[in-house]
Antibody, heavy 121, light 107 residues
Framework: EVQLVESGGDLVQPGRSLRLSCTASGFIFDHYGFHWVRQAPGKGLEWVSRIGWNGGTIAYADSVKGRFTISRDSGKKSLYLQMNSLRTEDTALYYC??????????????WGRGTLVTVSS | EIVLTQSPGTLSLSPGERATLSCRASQSVSSSDLVWYQQKPGQAPRPLLYGASNRATGIPDRFSGSGSGTDFTLTISRLEPEDFAVYYCQQYGSSFTFGQGTKLEIK
């Protein structure tokens, strides 16, 4: 089955760290780039980070730059998001999503179900 | 950073009616970079249109998109009960920002 499954979400105190994982199955992991997108409770979608198919072209939203690090492991078919210095405003459901490109257009064609991160004292 | 503003915030319509959702960018966006997603409660978003007007796999032809530059539109020709959801536009270009969403609700 073609799917992405996120894990690692938890309740953590402000200032602490957390690492999210996203495991892929049903397609060739090494062929695709991935993104992390988050959604605070009752709010809209916020783009967080992206990584290219070869681990390059990494980018971050300004709100997480310097605190979050995206990475991937082809052997484990997994995407990661290392989150340091967590803030209450990082509380959200975190989705990983796979990139698909057709001609000159790209978009996020496959999403996981998300993993919940709650930052609270 | 390009800011996407969607309107209206909430759209109340009945099944069978036509829905028109707007996405306006703070600066020009290439049509090839404009994407629309649908999200239902408790579900992950799913792609509807990419490159402003190309339907993603499995998307029925009642969904269409148009626009260029700073103004883009998602049109649902005849609303079905399953179309009531939240819709987001995204620019997949220099950054990957989303609009704030339009909630399409049953009138």
């Amino acid at each position: 089955e073609v799917q992405l499954v996120e894990s690692g979400g938890d309740l953590v105190q402000p200032g602490r760290s957390l690492r999210l994982s996203c495991t892929a199955s049903g397609f060739i992991f090494d062929h695709y780039g991935f993104h992390w997108v988050r959604q605070a409770p009752g709010k809209g979608l916020e783009w967080v980070s992206r990584i290219g198919w070869n681990g390059g072209t990494i980018a971050y939203a300004d709100s997480v730059k310097g605190r979050f690090t995206i990475s991937r492991d082809s052997g484990k078919k997994s995407l990661y998001l290392q989150m340091n210095s967590l803030r209450t405003e990082d509380t959200a459901l975190y989705y990983c999503a796979k990139v698909s490109c057709s001609a000159s257009s790209c978009f996020l064609d496959l999403w996981g179900r998300g993993t919940l991160v709650t930052v609270s004292s | 950073e390009i800011v996407l503003t969607q309107s209206p915030g909430t759209l109340s319509l009945s099944p069978g009616e036509r829905a028109t959702l707007s996405c306006r960018a703070s600066q020009s966006v290439s049509s090839s970079d404009l994407v629309w997603y649908q999200q239902k409660p408790g579900q992950a978003p799913r792609p509807l249109l990419y490159g402003a007007s190309n339907r993603a796999t499995g998307i029925p032809d009642r969904f269409s998109g148009s626009g260029s530059g700073t103004d883009f539109t998602l049109t649902i020709s005849r609303l079905e009960p399953e179309d009531f959801a939240v819709y987001y536009c995204q620019q997949y270009g220099s950054s990957f920002t989303f609009g704030q969403g339009t909630k399409l609700e049953i009138k």
